[in-house]
């Protein structure tokens, strides 16, 4: 009963950390889009 327990605990922190990672890789993305169409922007107005 309690090695099942810690079974699903495991499982459930393996999918948890995976959804994380995704989720930050999201973001970063995101982030890193913003500061492209930043530069871009700054750059027409430069020129």
Do not use: D, F, Y
Not at 21 to 34: C, D, M, P, T, V
Request: hydrophobic share 55%; aromatic share 4%; charged share 25%.
């Amino acid at each position: 009963m309690i090695e099942r327990l810690v079974a699903s605990m495991g499982e459930l922190v393996a999918s948890l950390r995976e959804w994380s990672l995704r989720w930050a890789n999201r973001s970063l993305k995101r982030k890193i889009g913003r500061c492209v169409v930043r530069i871009v922007m700054a750059s027409t107005l430069i020129l």
